[in-house]
């Protein structure tokens, strides 16, 4: 079945490091791709999101490009600050619903 | 525009006891899941429904739990008979549009956090 796999956290960074944390999917068709952030004690939101292959989704600084040739959507910022720090899904949508990944806790140090 | 709305946000219950939740989608939304998340884990798919329909629901498990999303009022999921094991956070999203690859966004409500003591 569809499924995502995530690279395992914490990832703890110093404010203005380079962030990626890395997503493959395993999915039948071509699905949508997206990532949300999760703060402490909250629901999720959507931070960026792909419908098609090439297709590059950005948000808040965060951005992501739909590689159908690698099965990948991973998660990039230039510069990090201490309020982004929390926890990110990658997730992607079959038929109705979401697949998520196991989530990556990013942790940022001032 | 208020968002998804679930209650309670927190819910306590003893073993044995049945535990009802509450989501209420984004107004002009007529498609709901419900997800559960599990300490340190990411989010299962539990019950996909819309109006008074229960469209899937594949990962729900086989006993005790039940949805409901009727014509008037919120979405209710419904677990009787609580276990240790249920203690998660429940999370439901809404959207406007449902089935199909290009289906509706999903907007997520704040969840509801249940500890069975």
């Known amino acids: 079945g569809d499924s995502v796999t995530q690279m395992e956290g914490p990832v703890t960074l110093s404010e203005e490091a380079f962030l990626t944390i890395n997503c493959t999917y395993t999915a039948t068709g071509y699905p949508s791709l997206f990532w949300y952030v999760q703060y402490p004690g909250e629901g999720l939101q959507l931070l960026l999101k792909a419908t098609k292959a090439d297709d590059k989704g950005s948000n808040k600084g965060f951005e992501a490009t739909y590689r159908k040739e690698t099965t990948s959507f991973h998660l990039e910022k230039g510069s990090v600050q201490v309020s982004d720090s929390a926890v990110y899904f990658c997730a992607l949508r079959g038929t109705d619903k979401l697949i998520f990944g196991t989530g990556t806790r990013l942790q940022v140090f001032p | 525009n208020a968002g998804v709305m679930q209650n309670p946000r927190h819910l306590v219950r003893r073993r044995g006891q049945e535990a009802r939740l509450r989501c209420s989608p984004m107004?002009?939304?007529?498609?709901v899941y419900w997800y559960r998340q599990l300490p340190e884990e990411g989010l299962k798919f539990m019950v996909y429904?819309?109006?008074?329909?229960?469209?899937?629901e594949s990962g729900m498990p086989k006993e005790r739990f039940s949805a409901e999303f009727p014509k008037e009022g919120p979405s209710i999921l419904r677990i009787q008979q609580v276990v240790r094991g249920d203690s998660a956070a429940y999370f439901c999203a809404s959207s406007a549009s449902g089935t199909g690859l290009t289906g509706g966004e999903q907007y997520f409500g704040p969840g509801t956090r249940l500890t069975v003591t």
């Open positions: 107004k002009g939304h007529s498609h």
């Open positions: 429904l819309q109006k008074e329909n229960i469209i899937d």
